[in-house]
């Protein structure tokens, strides 16, 4: 079982949108897949119960991490962790006990990406991180043309040397999935052909590390 999970303390950035996609992403592979929301605010189990009602689409099996403890059904291929904001100190080493992959969606404001190298550098220093056990790229989300995110990240990165995997455009489509219980991937080709082409070095990067 390969073990993603979505985390950045910022409120907001693009975590449950990101966690929900990779998912349906996985399980379109024919992969079996499930989702763990470890927020009580509930975004990605709300998403799958949206889910529920359409017949035929690949399954998601559902943890509330929050009130259960994380045990994935027997012969999970993919478990994707939906982490809550603000999580800090010890909470972040609980969170990563059984990750390979941290993912960390970034919104492309100045605050955003300050704080983001705040918690990167809190990260690194902690448990599993800290000993290179887990493999972490950076997604910026919600970007618009021109802007100069990749540049203004790296620079807040500094030496952290982690890579910016991609940008994904603010688009109505995320908004769509996040209604429809459906992943970008499962929404009408030519509505969302220019989203999905931007998540390519995402899954790129993710099947490298599962070699
Ligand atoms: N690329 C995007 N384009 C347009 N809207 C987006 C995009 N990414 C996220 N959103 C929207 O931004 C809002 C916040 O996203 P999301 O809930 O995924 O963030 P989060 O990090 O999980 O938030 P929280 O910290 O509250 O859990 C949602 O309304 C979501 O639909
Ligand atoms: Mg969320």
């Given at each position: 079982?390969h073990?993603?999970?979505?985390?950045?303390?910022?409120?907001?950035?693009?975590?449950?949108?990101l966690?929900?996609n990779?998912a349906a992403w996985?399980?379109?592979e024919g992969?079996?897949?499930?989702?763990?929301?470890?927020?009580?605010?509930r975004?990605?189990?709300d998403?799958?119960?949206?889910?529920?009602?359409?017949q035929?689409?690949?399954e998601?099996?559902?943890?509330?991490?929050v009130?259960?403890p994380?045990?994935?059904p027997?012969?999970?291929d993919i478990?994707?962790?939906d982490?809550?904001?603000?999580t800090?100190g010890?909470?972040i080493g609980?969170l990563?006990k059984?990750?390979?992959?941290?993912?960390m969606?970034?919104?492309?404001?100045?605050?955003?990406?300050?704080?983001?190298?705040?918690?990167?550098?809190?990260?690194m220093a902690?448990?599993?991180a800290a000993?290179?056990?887990?493999?972490?790229?950076?997604i910026a989300?919600?970007?618009r043309?021109?802007t100069r995110?990749?540049?203004?990240?790296d620079?807040?990165?500094?030496d952290?040397k982690i890579?910016?995997?991609t940008?994904?455009?603010e688009?109505q489509?995320y908004i769509r999935?996040?209604?429809?219980g459906?992943?970008?991937f499962e929404l009408?080709?030519?509505?969302?052909?220019?989203?999905?082409?931007q998540?390519d070095p995402?899954?790129?990067?993710?099947?490298?590390q599962q070699?």
């Amino acid at each position: 079982m390969h073990t993603i999970i979505l985390m950045n303390s910022k409120g907001g950035c693009g975590k449950t949108t990101l966690a929900t996609n990779i998912a349906a992403w996985y399980a379109d592979e024919g992969a079996r897949v499930c989702l763990a929301d470890y927020d009580p605010q509930r975004s990605s189990l709300d998403w799958l119960l949206a889910r529920g009602d359409y017949q035929g689409i690949p399954e998601i099996r559902a943890i509330d991490a929050v009130n259960h403890p994380l045990r994935p059904p027997k012969g999970t291929d993919i478990l994707v962790i939906d982490a809550p904001a603000g999580t800090h100190g010890g909470e972040i080493g609980k969170l990563l006990k059984r990750v390979d992959t941290l993912l960390m969606p970034v919104l492309p404001s100045l605050i955003d990406m300050r704080a983001c190298s705040h918690f990167l550098k809190e990260l690194m220093a902690s448990g599993r991180a800290a000993r290179g056990q887990i493999r972490t790229g950076i997604i910026a989300n919600r970007v618009r043309e021109n802007t100069r995110v990749f540049q203004q990240l790296d620079q807040y990165l500094g030496d952290l040397k982690i890579p910016i995997l991609t940008h994904l455009r603010e688009s109505q489509n995320y908004i769509r999935s996040a209604e429809t219980g459906l992943g970008i991937f499962e929404l009408a080709p030519s509505l969302v052909w220019q989203d999905v082409i931007q998540w390519d070095p995402v899954f790129d990067w993710l099947a490298q590390q599962q070699d």
